[in-house]
């Protein structure tokens, strides 16, 4: 499905898929929202979550804490309907652009996972640097929505 990576001509200017996954198996994925423009997540994919989501027109990852294949929504019922994949310049970077209609994207219950914001300025190393809340409503309540599951990401 993926052309084999031959050299930079074709990688950077050409027109077959040859996408470049890490020493893991993974490429990053940026998502954003179709309607907003607003980055709502960042994850990755392995090669079957790449086709997955390329043939069903849905968002699929790869959960590196629980090491499996991720049908974005499946249980929230937030599922991201896929818009448009781009690939960046040398194809080692995924952009999604997807619809997720009025709902959410983030496991926490937020509509983007960057839903805080990192204050410019000089850092006093005697202090915590504390972030504002650019999102001051959640979306849902993780708590219920993912009941009896474990948690989606460690610490």
Not at 20 to 43: A, W, Y
Request: charged share 30%.
């Amino acid at each position: 499905m993926f052309k084999k990576r031959e050299n930079v001509h074709e990688i950077e200017e050409g027109d077959l898929l040859s996408p470049k996954f890490d020493n893991d198996g993974l490429i990053p994925v940026i998502t954003t929202c179709n309607k907003t423009k607003e980055i709502l997540m960042h994850g990755y994919m392995n090669v079957e979550a790449l086709k997955l989501t390329i043939e069903s027109e849905e968002a699929h990852y790869w959960s590196r804490s629980r090491k499996s294949i991720w049908h974005k929504g499946k249980t929230s019922g937030f599922v991201q309907k896929v818009t448009e994949i781009r690939i960046d310049d040398d194809q080692d970077a995924v952009w999604l652009t997807v619809d997720i209609g009025e709902g959410s994207s983030c496991h926490v219950g937020y509509r983007s996972c960057f839903y805080r914001s990192v204050p410019l300025g000089k850092i006093d190393n005697a202090r915590q640097i504390k972030m504002n809340f650019k999102e001051k409503e959640k979306k849902f309540d993780p708590k219920k929505v993912y009941k009896g599951q474990p948690n989606p990401t460690k610490v």
